[in-house]
Structure formats: C-alpha cells, structure tokens
C-alpha cells in the first residue's frame, strides 16, 4: 500500500489548483450571479490538458489515469463546483465515445471535445425517469440509413452552450419480450433536436442545465454508439467511473469549505477573541477536516482499483455516499461557523451549500447508492 502520489500526480495537481485559483476563483461570484461561466474558460484548460486526463492521447486526452483526473475535479470544485461538473459531464460524455466509438466517432466527436474546443453532454434522465433509467420513453426508429428520434430528455449538463456540439443520449429502440435502449450521438443544430431555455437552480448554477426534446429527429444510422441494445449497460458503466468523479467533487467542496472557515474564524471577533478559540467552533472544523480525509481516502481507494482493472463499483457508491453527504454536512457547519456572513452569496460558503446539495442527487441518489451498498453485501 502506497499512500503517495507520484511527481506526475502532483505536477498536475499543483496546476489544477493554481489554474482554479488564478482564473476561476475571481470570477466564481459572478458566473454563480450570471448562471454560466465563460467557455473560454474551458479551452484554457483544454489546453493544459486538464480537460481529457484520462483519454487516449491520440485523442487529445492526457493518457493518464483516473486517479489522476480526481484530483483535478478536487481541485476544481474546491474553488467552484460548476466549473468542474462541466468538465465531468464532457468526461461522461467522451467515456462513451471512447469506449463505445467507432475511429470516426473518436476523430469527429472525441478529439475536439478532449480539447476543450467543444464541450460534451450526456441525456439520459427524461421528464418521467430518472433513478429508474430504464423507464425512459424516447424512442429512436431506424429508416433505411437514418434513426428517427422523438421523445424528451431533462436536467442536461452541457448541452446548450454556444460550444455543444454531441450529446450521447439513450433511446427505446424495441421493445420485444425486453425493452432495448440504445445509445446514439446527436450533434446539436440537428433538425428536430431542440433545446429549451436553461433551468434556474439552487446550486451547479454557472453550470448549463436544460430539458431536450426531439421531434422527428434524424440522425445518420452510423451514430448508432457501440452495439444495439447495450445502451443502458454502456452507461451505467460510464455512471460507475462518474461516481468516484462526483465523490472527488464533493471532497473539494469540503475542503473548500474547511479553507474558508479557517481564514474566516481567525478574522471574526465575539467576545474579545477569535471565534477560532473556542473549543466549539474548533471541533466543528477538526470534524469537518477529519471526514474531509476519510471522503478523499475512499475516493482515491475506488480509483485505484478502478485504474488496476479491479472491481470497483461497491466503493465507488461508498465514496459518493460518504463524500456527498459529508460534503453536505461541512456546507451546512460552513455557513453556521460565518454566521449571518454565511448567509450572503459574496461569501463562497453559501455558493457551496446549494453545490453540496445537488451532488447528492446526481450520478444516482444517496438512497440508490444505499440500495447499490446493500446488494453488494448479498441484500
Ligand atoms: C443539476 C443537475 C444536473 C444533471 N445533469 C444530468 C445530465 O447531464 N444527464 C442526465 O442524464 N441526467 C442529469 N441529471 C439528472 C439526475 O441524474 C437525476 O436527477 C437523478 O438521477 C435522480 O433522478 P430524478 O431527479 O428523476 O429523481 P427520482 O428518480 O424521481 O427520485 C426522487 C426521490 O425518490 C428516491 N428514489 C427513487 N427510486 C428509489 C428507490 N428504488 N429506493 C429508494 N428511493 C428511491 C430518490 O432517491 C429521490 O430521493 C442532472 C440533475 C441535476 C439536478
């Protein structure tokens, strides 16, 4: 067992967290207040190769691991969520491609959003299913060399930026003894594929987030991604890697979190002194550091076996458990520890806890990673 992370690791790391202190941090009130954050952002980090870590190189990713990738998306969501859940849902998106893709897919869909050129999404939940996936409704009809899109998709990340381009989404494709979903890649600007005005939300704000809809959509029969009928198998496999991501995120959030209190308790006098030397306020932050170490713990355990190949999804429903719902309880003691201050969006800590929020839903709810937990101990 080797708890150190290699110099590559740490390189990459060092310039995660300068790049989300330098560029995104000043601006992080303001994308939170405008719900979006400036694209070019995310060809910045295109550039340094924040954006594909874990992809092939000859597609513009980085040819590392996942591990890796975590640390980024911590570093990222220590300083602003949105920001690195945009990066992980391109992520979501390019694992499908590159998993399931053709070498035409990876050269015209793949490269450019591992660049940082374009940017990803993937539609899988509907007005109607959410945590049971496989009740979705929208159903794609192969005509001659087309497939005929109709149905809804909601709560897509991504997916209307003036840099979307594919957006992997699933449909019903038959719906024999056994229902057969299929995943397909939709270029935005596709007659038929509409997108509707952004959601306004308590958290992710700088983040896009729309329904979708498709009427009469076609698309050509090549975007079929991978094989008939293993549409729902191929993302919930891309669902398992994400939940170390989301896990990642939320112990960002928390350290974001335990940064901020720390400055902050220095500076804030009651009673003639620090608030920092009162034993209350110092075990609420010895807590929140402590379960930060146990939630980034079980994340990089997860990664580490999800990067030798080993089995991996009991962890990384536990790392998404734990970290979400610690990330949700340091948000909580964040706003408390600043008091009225907490409270006013200028102050990161009340960005965060609508951020905490939402990674308990995404990505499969606490209670379905509960019910994930539960089967693997044979319940
Ligand atoms: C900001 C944001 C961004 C998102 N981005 C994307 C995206 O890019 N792509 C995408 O496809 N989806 C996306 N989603 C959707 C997200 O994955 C779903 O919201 C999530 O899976 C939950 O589904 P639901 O909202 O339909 O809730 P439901 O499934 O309706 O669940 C409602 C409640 O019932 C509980 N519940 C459901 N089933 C069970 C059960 N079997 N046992 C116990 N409790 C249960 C849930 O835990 C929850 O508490 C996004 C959501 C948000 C909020």
């Known amino acids: 067992?080797?708890?150190?992370?290699?110099?590559?690791?740490?390189?990459?790391?060092?310039?995660?967290?300068?790049?989300?202190?330098?560029?995104?941090?000043?601006?992080?009130?303001?994308?939170?207040?405008?719900?979006?954050?400036?694209?070019?952002?995310?060809?910045?980090?295109?550039?340094?190769?924040?954006?594909?870590?874990?992809?092939?190189?000859?597609y513009n990713g980085g040819g590392m691991d996942v591990l890796t990738f975590a640390l980024v998306l911590e570093e990222l969501a220590r300083?602003?969520?949105?920001?690195?859940?945009?990066?992980?849902?391109?992520?979501?998106?390019?694992?499908?491609?590159?998993?399931?893709?053709?070498?035409?897919?990876?050269?015209?869909?793949?490269?450019?959003?591992?660049?940082?050129?374009?940017?990803?999404?993937?539609?899988?939940?509907?007005?109607?299913?959410?945590?049971?996936?496989?009740?979705?409704?929208?159903?794609?009809?192969?005509?001659?060399?087309?497939?005929?899109?109709?149905?809804?998709?909601?709560?897509?990340?991504?997916?209307?930026?003036?840099?979307?381009?594919?957006?992997?989404?699933?449909?019903?494709?038959?719906?024999?003894?056994?229902?057969?979903?299929?995943?397909?890649?939709?270029?935005?600007?596709?007659?038929?594929?509409n997108i509707s005005k952004k959601f306004k939300k308590i958290g992710w704000r700088a983040s896009d987030t729309r329904e979708l809809s498709f009427d009469d959509c076609r698309i050509p029969a090549e975007n079929l991604l991978g094989k008939r009928g293993e549409g729902l198998k191929q993302t919930l496999s891309t669902i398992n890697t994400g939940r170390i991501l989301i896990a990642s995120m939320a112990v960002g959030l928390a350290q974001g979190v335990l940064d901020a209190c720390l400055d902050y308790v220095k500076g804030r006098f009651a009673f003639g002194k620090p608030i920092g030397k009162f034993q209350t306020i110092q075990h609420k932050l010895a807590d929140m550091a402590t379960k930060t170490e146990i939630a980034r713990v079980m994340v990089h355990k997860a990664a580490v076996l999800r990067d030798s190949g080993k089995p991996f999804s009991k962890e990384a429903s536990m790392a998404k458990l734990f970290a979400t719902?610690?990330?949700?309880?340091?948000?909580?003691?964040?706003?408390?520890?600043?008091?009225?201050?907490?409270?006013?969006?200028?102050?990161?800590?009340?960005?965060?806890?609508?951020?905490?929020?939402?990674l308990e839903i995404v990505e499969g709810t606490s209670e379905i990673q509960r019910t994930v937990i539960a089967r693997q101990l044979g319940l």
């Open 79 to 193: 300083i602003d969520n949105s920001v690195a859940n945009s990066i992980m849902a391109n992520s979501s998106c390019a694992s499908l491609i590159n998993n399931f893709g053709t070498t035409e897919h990876k050269e015209k869909y793949l490269a450019p959003i591992l660049a940082g050129e374009k940017i990803g999404a993937i539609g899988l939940t509907e007005p109607n299913a959410g945590s049971d996936a496989a009740a979705i409704q929208t159903t794609a009809v192969l005509n001659g060399d087309e497939w005929i899109i109709n149905g809804s998709k909601i709560f897509i990340t991504n997916s209307g930026t003036d840099i979307t381009w594919p957006v992997v989404i699933a449909a019903v494709t038959g719906t024999g003894e056994k229902k057969e979903i299929s995943n397909f890649i939709v270029s935005s600007g596709t007659p038929g594929f």
């Open 325 to 358: 719902e610690m990330a949700m309880e340091a948000a909580h003691q964040g706003i408390q520890i600043h008091g009225g201050y907490g409270i006013m969006t200028e102050y990161a800590v009340s960005r965060y806890f609508g951020d905490a929020k939402v």
């Open 1 to 58: 067992m080797n708890f150190e992370l290699s110099e590559e690791q740490l390189m990459i790391q060092k310039m995660a967290r300068r790049f989300a202190e330098e560029k995104i941090a000043p601006i992080a009130e303001k994308s939170w207040e405008e719900e979006e954050f400036p694209y070019d952002l995310f060809a910045q980090m295109g550039e340094l190769g924040l954006v594909g870590i874990p992809y092939p190189e000859e």
